[in-house]
């Protein structure tokens, strides 16, 4: 007979994740990325040491699985870092779930931006005894299983939990408030950008990029024609809708910025929309503080050229 109540976890080692086909993996560490596309399983004494994890099963089908996504969406933006991940385990109330291609959607429509597997054969369900939609397990950077949540809510005791696991793994004096994560340096190399999910264009030629509905934070987005370059990502043909936006924590940013032609370029520098200063001029390659003195928080940076051709190879944070 099925049975609705189990056991909690809590205090127990947490078991390993797998499943049959992941999504979003450009946001675990690269130990995990490899394991996801390699499809064995991640393991909290291997590719998940140190870091704190929200699991989160449900299906895209349980009214009471999309009632908890809106949370899982604010943790993601307001708790994105290293230290911190959530992982999405979608597994099926019906057959018409198994579908690798639906759950792929449902991810889409939601907009959901962490990493997320389908477990459509019950592997990591039953690892954890799992009996009903949905359920919240959240294990700190030992593997160590601290909160286990059966069914929908509880979501004021995750947040504070999370903040507290976050505090002691960063430092009280590092992770002062919720999303006081300051974005770490951003390289533009074509192998980083290839690792945060920027489709590349052909090594040596441009490509035509477009802004998605929604760029996660410490993350970057391109619009127009751009080159990515081995060490550099540079302008292509100017166009109206020409710009690279970086959603980044913090109060000020800085980029290492060069003109990518004979002669020296302009760009315009926007902040949450809002053009900042006079259009800068960019000649040798350089330092150029974009902006400073901003509140803490998260923010939108817009770099738009508007003469010549720039090579942009980081941006950092403070």
């Not at 946001?27 to 390699?38: E, G, I, P, W």
């Not at 919720?178 to 950008?193: D, K, Q, Y």
């Not at 441009?206 to 760029?215: F, G, L, Q, V």
Request: negative net charge.
């Amino acid at each position: 007979m099925w049975n609705p109540f189990r056991p909690s976890l809590v205090k127990k080692h947490a078991k390993e994740i797998t499943g049959d086909v992941w999504l979003n993996i450009t946001s675990l560490s690269n130990a995990a990325r490899k394991a996801a596309t390699d499809r064995t399983p991640l393991r909290f004494d291997g590719e998940l040491s140190g870091i704190v994890t929200l699991i989160h099963f449900w299906d895209y089908s349980s009214v009471d699985s999309i009632e908890d996504l809106p949370y899982l969406h604010k943790w993601w933006e307001m708790y994105e870092c290293p230290e911190f991940v959530i992982i999405g385990i979608h597994t099926p109330q019906f057959a018409f779930a198994k579908d690798a291609d639906k759950v792929e959607a449902a991810v889409l429509r939601f907009h959901l931006d962490y990493p997320i597997v389908s477990d459509s054969e019950y592997t990591t369900w039953k690892r954890y005894g799992t009996t009903k939609w949905p359920r919240k397990i959240l294990v700190d950077a030992q593997g160590i299983i601290c909160l286990d949540h059966n069914g929908k809510g509880g979501h004021e005791d995750i947040e504070t939990k999370i903040h507290e696991l976050l505090e002691q793994v960063k430092g009280g004096s590092e992770f002062i408030h919720p999303g006081n994560v300051v974005t770490p340096s951003i390289s533009l190399s074509r192998e980083s950008l290839g690792m945060r999910g920027v489709a590349l264009s052909p090594l040596n030629e441009s490509a035509e990029y477009h802004i998605p509905n929604k760029i996660p934070l410490h993350s970057i987005a391109l619009s127009g024609w751009w080159i990515t370059g081995e060490k550099a990502l540079a302008s292509g043909a100017l166009s109206d809708t020409q710009a690279c936006i970086i959603h980044f924590y913090g109060s000020a940013c800085m980029g290492h910025i060069r003109s990518a032609g004979t002669e020296s370029a302009t760009v315009q520098i926007y902040i949450n929309n809002k053009k900042i200063g006079e259009d800068v001029v960019i000649a040798t390659e350089s330092e150029y503080t974009f902006v400073s003195g901003l509140p803490a928080a998260s923010h939108q940076l817009t770099i738009i050229p508007i003469k010549g051709n720039i090579a942009i190879s980081s941006v950092s944070f403070s």
